[in-house]
Nanobody, 116 residues
Framework: QVQLVESGGGLVQPGGSLRLSCAASGSVFSINTMGWYRQAPGKERELIATITNGGSTNYIDSVKDRFTISRDNAKNTLYLQMNSLKPEDTTTYYC??????????WGQGTQVTVSS
């Protein structure tokens, strides 16, 4: 089992920045890929960025060049640095961990609101 706890969400003005964190605990040794998703009410959960154990990253086009995913394996923590935030980035963000056994775990979500 892996437990994930997100933090760092909040209210920010357009053009501002936030850094989300996701602390992992439990069977962290089994984690391969980690990722950030977001989900607006009434919409499907959307994958926005992933990072492998080796540090390879992928992003969807709408956040490329604005968001940066990173992980500190020593601290068992995943990050999402979000710059140049737009109102359309407003939603709930979720951390995900996928293990070598192909199990998938989710955090509870953290709300990001971009508004003036």
């Amino acid at each position: 089992q892996v437990q994930l706890v997100e933090s760092g969400g909040g209210l920010v003005q357009p053009g501002g920045s936030l850094r989300l964190s996701c602390a992992a605990s439990g069977s962290v040794f089994s984690i391969n890929t980690m990722g950030w998703y977001r989900q607006a009410p009434g919409k499907e959960r959307e994958l926005i960025a992933t990072i492998t154990n080796g540090g390879s990253t992928n992003y969807i086009d709408s956040v490329k060049d604005r968001f940066t995913i990173s992980r500190d394996n020593a601290k068992n923590t995943l990050y999402l640095q979000m710059n140049s935030l737009k109102p359309e980035d407003t939603t709930t963000y979720y951390c995900n961990a996928r293990t070598e056994y192909n199990d998938s775990y989710w955090g509870q979500g953290t709300q990001v609101t971009v508004s003036s």
